[in-house]
């Protein structure tokens, strides 16, 4: 029985459970059929890497925890970017069904519509906390669906990379003029708002950034933050190492699928796949957090120079990007609902967060200076 | 049949996948019986009240996404503290096999043992983000279960209300000598580095806060943050709301399972409780994070009156607690190791915190301040 005939007889016994426990008795031999858990086999295209072992980890969490719930009924091999489709080709997979799931970052396809950058980030946007707020308990992910829907996809948060670095320069970045004519190696809409500011973004493959960097094709790079960027040895390249990232103040990605396949779904396989979703989002956001730590110690003694953007810098780009969401807000609709239910969550956190959260941080990081902790 | 020779049978049919199938067979009105996903009925007895929705309902979520997930095969029935038995008596009953799981706070059986409280927090321990880091990615699991084992339970994290306020106080803490005398009421393992500065710890339970507050009888009261704190309205009779509730900086909770029960279930169980418990993580502090921010709102409005504790309070705090860990970590092994492994990621932790993670915000922080959010 091919997988394709299997999944039509489940379909067809599943509709009464009575049928489906005398198909078993019918065949002692072969495995046992269960309704609500029927065997399944998908595939899920990453956008990543595997050396990017920490992102792309998180999709083979998934489908790990996916197959251990399920008994090992439900399997999802899991691929590389460009292994089936290319990274950025995930999306459109997903779309027409040439594999059944994919694991991305939303914002890759902003050049669809702007609004697919919102549910990963923007600039000035959530940070982490907030941005899981949002999704798990502010409605977040039934907003954004609406919105996927149209592209036949159902997405889910899988995966977090916390606040990023804003890269590695060249020269310093002093005042808003030094962005002007700065070609930076930058993916997604973060380039759109940096463009606005003079900077000259780049495209370009993680694996080329290096060569670019050292030969001045390039003056930075934004890749993710200290443990991704050690091991491609931007440091050694270009000194300054610049934060915040306030392109990505936390980056979620998601777990896109195929609409008609999830709604095909027994109701069980459905909880299942959203708590693999919310295990993998929660264990990839971990791992940074244990990862990155010992990385910036290591950059900073091989030479990194950590450099804060002055308030004046950023209070540059944040009207640059302040002036892209007032047009985009003005001409697209979509753009316009999800926007504002983020920002209604980023006015009421950022005036909680200054409470306990910040000064009991502030107060830590003041005796990690002292080398009292 | 009753609950017990269900699990009897089940047991024996269990064995072998052939037996399973004959017995389901020969009685075709019958539930189907899996061997890898038997019908299983637990009870849970929380430490808290339903009027705690937010923590009281992060045990709810897990007994829905578990019974989702497994389609309605493991029932796991709720009951608010007092019900079954008492609050502080969750984790003896789960030792004694009473119930077959508790939702609680570790730290309220510090009295047994002190290394009971770092699970939860201690004071001037982590944030939440670094709590999840050592638990998910960072070996805590593992760790502290080797403790726990010691008691007949395995615990997992479940539930988190990040950085608790430091509570109500009818009169201002100004400096350190200021804690000496005053009543306040705390739980746990908090009141007693507070005694180390000259308070007098009240144990009261909720409902009879705000009489005592009122009448004078106590001088302060910590709960826990502007949500579940709005409920029982310590705003009207003690003016002063303090920040940063130094004692949890983040205050994990934990599902705690009877060791011979988590042994014996199916390996998909284990794995559909592990990812139901992560979902109860994310949601009860995703729940949080979207309900202070409003309250805290409506409590300034009302009257509430936010006040930072000084930096040289807050040293005198974070003296008398090292002095503490110095002394616990001398006289008792089990303390010694999971301390020293959570002060590893503390003083990594606050190292990488300080650079994107605190500046995002602090520039939002900002921007919130001038409205421009």
């Not at 493959?205 to 933050?225: F, M, S």
């Amino acid at each position: 029985m091919t997988t394709l005939d299997r999944r039509k007889f489940l379909k067809v016994a599943g509709a009464g459970g009575a049928a489906t426990a005398v198909a078993a008795c019918d065949q002692p031999t072969a495995p046992a059929v269960h309704e609500a858990m029927p065997n399944l086999s998908w595939r899920m295209t990453s956008s990543f890497p595997k050396s990017l072992d920490t992102i792309y980890g998180a999709a083979e969490t998934f489908a790990r925890v996916v197959r251990e719930m399920t008994d090992g009924r439900f399997q999802i091999q899991v691929f590389a970017g460009g292994e089936l489709v290319g990274g950025l080709q995930a999306a459109d997979s997903v779309t027409d069904g040439t594999v059944e799931m994919a694991h991305t970052a939303s914002y890759y396809y902003w050049g669809k519509d702007p609004t697919f950058a919102i549910p990963t980030c923007i600039p000035f946007g959530l940070n982490c906390r907030m941005q899981n707020a949002w999704m798990y308990d502010g409605g977040g992910i039934d907003l954004v669906n609406k919105f996927y829907a149209g592209y036949n996809i159902y997405g889910l948060p899988g995966g977090n990379t916390g606040a990023q670095m804003g890269g590695w320069f060249r020269r310093e970045i002093n005042a808003a003029e030094d962005w002007k004519g700065l070609k930076i190696r930058i993916a997604g809409f973060g380039g759109a708002i940096l463009s606005r500011l003079g900077a000259v973004p780049q495209q370009i493959a993680g694996g080329d950034i290096y060569p670019a960097l050292e030969k001045g094709t390039i003056d930075a790079a934004e890749w993710v933050g200290p443990y991704d960027d050690e091991k491609l040895g931007f440091h050694r390249v270009a000194r300054y190492y610049y934060y915040p990232g306030w392109w990505e103040g936390q980056a979620m990605l998601h777990f896109f699928i195929n609409l008609e396949k999830w709604n095909s779904l027994p109701k069980a396989y459905q909880a299942i796949i959203r708590a693999a979703a919310k295990t993998a989002d929660t264990t990839m956001m971990a791992g940074y957090d244990m990862q990155n730590p010992g990385a910036i110690r290591r950059l900073a003694r091989a030479g990194a120079i950590l450099r804060p953007f002055s308030e004046e810098v950023l209070d540059a780009c944040f009207k640059a990007s302040n002036d892209a969401y007032a047009e985009l807000t003005a001409n697209n609709a979509n753009f316009k609902t999800i926007y504002e239910a983020m920002t209604a969550v980023r006015a009421e956190g950022y005036l909680w967060f200054q409470l306990s959260e910040q000064t009991m941080d502030t107060y830590m990081m003041i005796q990690q200076r002292k080398d009292a902790l």
